[in-house]
Each structure stands twice: as C-alpha cells, then as structure tokens.
C-alpha cells in the first residue's frame, strides 16, 4: 500500500472514530437541538467525502474496494454545495446505519481487524 493511499484511509478511519466519539450515548433529538453537535460530525463526513474523492482519483484499485464510495462523495458534496437541502434526520440515519459499515471497510483495507 501506497503512502499517500494509507494516509488517506487513516484520515477517513479518524474521521469515522470521531463522529462515533461525538455522538457516543446521542439521541436524534440531542443531534437535532445541537448546532455544535452537527456542526462536527458534518465536518467529518466533508473531512471522509474529500478523502475518498481523492483516494479514488490517486488509488483507484484501493477506492474500488469502499462500499458504496461514489454514493459516500455525493453526500459530501451535498453537505458543501447543498447545506440548505442536508436534512438532519438523514445524516443520523447514516451515522447510526452506514457509518459503521465503512469504518468497518476501512479498518479491513488497513489491516487492522
């Protein structure tokens, strides 16, 4: 594995960890009622979207192997160019159903299962 690919990884790895310590004993309705709260974990889906985006123009064989990464950048790039359209009770939805699903992805492609 390539530096720059591993760096990659790890950041969208970090990114997940962070979210998953944001939200830890969360409800929607404190996600809902906390600007701050959202503020963060939107940052850290930018922070995953923009690096699997550049992941997959650097490390294709790599960006192939993320479930979903083309569905992943698209929400980041809802989140920056649509923020008046990103509806909260979506982004918990894909906190509490798919984000583990890629950290899980991501750990595998590290190695670190």
Not at 67 to 82: D, P
Request: aromatic share 8%.
């Amino acid at each position: 594995m390539q530096l720059k690919e591993k760096k990659l990884l790890e950041d969208i790895r970090l990114a997940c960890e962070e979210i998953f310590s944001f939200t830890q004993g969360k409800t929607f309705n404190n996600y809902n009622q906390d600007k701050l709260l959202r503020s963060g974990v939107e940052r850290k889906f930018e922070i995953i979207g923009e690096a699997l985006n550049r992941l997959d123009k650097t490390a294709p064989d790599a960006a192939n192997k993320i479930n979903h990464i083309k569905r992943i950048i698209s929400f980041r790039n809802i989140l920056i160019h649509g923020y008046d359209i990103v509806e909260d009770s979506v982004v918990w939805d894909i906190v509490i159903k798919d984000l583990p699903l890629l950290y899980r992805n991501i750990v595998e492609l590290l190695g670190k299962s």
